[in-house]
């Protein structure tokens, strides 16, 4: 096994960070890493903001909901689906490009993109021996997060990333088994064992939380899922996404 693999398979989020800064030979690594990734058709729908004022990192640590980690780490990355520069090509070419813009094909692309250019940083950052997180609060409320980063029409802020040293390391945690993951030619739909496996899975994941936690916590992954899936969240977001002109045709 080589050791961007191993990189990979010892992937964890790291909640807590030193106070030890990136420089900036790291965060332009981070960042041309993440500029390597695949993009459809040269398209480059993405953005990435860094944010090092630690006022803006603090009150997007209250609106990610007071996450401690938004504000304390090396350096914060907001990664953003971005169509707004292609807006503007499209004025340098004189041409219309509303319709495709605006589209669902082209959001979906600027989603992938962004979550591709975000998976390659991650890897990098890991590489050099930093930790992430990422933050998916930041989407508890876009409005003001759009203040924040001062984002235009056509750009929409998906997620942070907490970079930084690692002051705790976690065990890495189970992940579903592969067999439940990976399908050859076609989907498995044998309901009997699809159910097995879930129920496997649970009897991992909840040791996993029992070792980790002394024994305070008992978690299964489906009742996990349950409770959270149970809960409604961010139900203003399709609104928001048709405000910022994507995803609308």
């Excluded at 004022?53 to 401690?68: T, Y």
């Excluded at 309901?191 to 496997?200: A, I, K, P």
Aim: proline share 2%; with cysteine.
């Amino acid at each position: 096994m080589n050791q961007v693999i191993e990189t990979i398979l010892q992937h964890r989020s790291i909640r807590r960070f030193t106070d030890q800064p990136l420089d900036r030979e790291q965060v332009e690594t981070i960042v041309k890493s993440a500029q390597a990734a695949s993009t459809s058709s040269f398209i480059q729908a993405y953005s990435i903001i860094g944010v090092n004022d630690q006022k803006k990192k603090d009150k997007l640590a209250e609106l990610a909901g007071n996450q401690a980690y938004v504000a304390a780490n090396g350096h914060f990355f907001v990664f953003c689906a971005d169509l707004h520069r292609h807006m503007v090509a499209a004025d340098l070419e004189s041409a219309d490009v509303k319709d495709s813009i605006e589209s669902t094909e082209k959001f979906m692309v600027a989603l992938i993109d962004a979550a591709l250019a975000a998976q390659n940083a991650a890897i990098a950052a890991e590489s050099i021996g930093l930790g992430i997180c990422y933050i998916g609060g930041i989407r508890n409320d876009l409005e003001a997060v759009k203040e924040v980063l001062k984002t235009p029409e056509h750009v929409i802020p998906l997620f942070g990333m907490a970079v930084g040293y690692p002051d705790q390391i976690t065990d890495v945690k189970p992940r579903l088994p592969l067999e439940h993951v990976y399908m050859e030619n076609e989907y498995q739909q044998d309901r009997e064992l699809f159910e097995s496996q879930l129920h496997e899975y649970n009897t991992t994941t909840a040791e996993y939380y029992r070792e980790r936690t002394g024994g305070k916590r008992e978690d299964t992954w489906t009742a996990q899922m349950a409770k959270m899936l149970g809960h409604k969240s961010r139900l203003y977001m399709k609104e928001f996404v048709e405000n910022q002109k994507l995803n609308k045709k």
